[in-house]
């Protein structure tokens, strides 16, 4: 856990300086998907994760780094606040020049009260469903600086008891559905 902490503050520092250097250009979505799935331990509360990817060759412009950086964090969470056997979907869309992923889980969900702090530092949602789950309360604020650096935006929606769908958009200049 403290370990956990030092890497992510190491990670807001470079971030929030402007010290990370970005090598963004266009990359095959699935194979980024693929490649951060790896580093995820499935084993935790033996999690559904499914994948669904419609064109094999959807392309985004991003940092492949801080991508699977992002991806990690939020299928992380989606498994942290899932109960056991619960399901994480990960997907895709194409919106003009925007390709958007999405992170979906069928676990505790979030209250509205809790929604508005969500990517602020060190929050973390506390609730008898959450008391055991240990976290630093950086990664959701990280990932959003991430995904800005990238020229790209995120949000989520949630109900409380009906689980969460966290998306981001990268822009692609390959893609115009």
């Given at each position: ?5 030092i ?6 520092t ?7 250097k ?8 699935e ?7 790896k580093?995820?331990n ?6 559904n ?7 094999e ?5 991003m ?9 990690i964090n939020?299928?992380?969470n ?9 399901n ?20 505790f969900?979030?209250?509205?009260d809790?929604?508005?702090?969500l990517f602020e530092?060190?929050?973390r949602?506390?609730?008898k469903?959450?008391?055991d ?9 990280i ?5 800005g650096?990238?020229?790209g ?25």
């Amino acid at each position: 856990w403290l370990l956990n902490l030092i890497e992510n503050i190491l990670s807001i520092t470079r971030v929030e300086e402007g010290r990370k250097k970005l090598k963004i250009e266009p990359q095959i979505v699935e194979e980024v998907i693929d490649e951060a799935l790896k580093h995820i331990n499935r084993d935790k509360r033996k999690h559904n994760i499914n994948v669904d990817i419609e064109d094999e060759y959807l392309m985004a412009n991003m940092d492949v780094r801080l991508i699977i950086q992002v991806i990690i964090n939020l299928v992380d969470n989606a498994i942290k606040y899932t109960g056991q056997g619960g399901n994480v979907k990960v997907f895709h869309e194409v919106k003009g020049r925007e390709v958007i992923t999405h992170v979906q889980d069928n676990g505790f969900g979030i209250a509205k009260d809790a929604q508005s702090k969500l990517f602020e530092k060190f929050y973390r949602v506390q609730t008898k469903e959450t008391a055991d789950i240990q976290g630093t309360g950086l990664g959701l604020f990280i990932v959003k600086q991430l995904i800005g650096k990238m020229k790209g935006k995120i949000w989520f929606v949630s109900e409380k008891g009906q689980g969460t769908t966290f998306s981001f958009s990268l822009p692609s200049e390959r893609n115009k559905k």
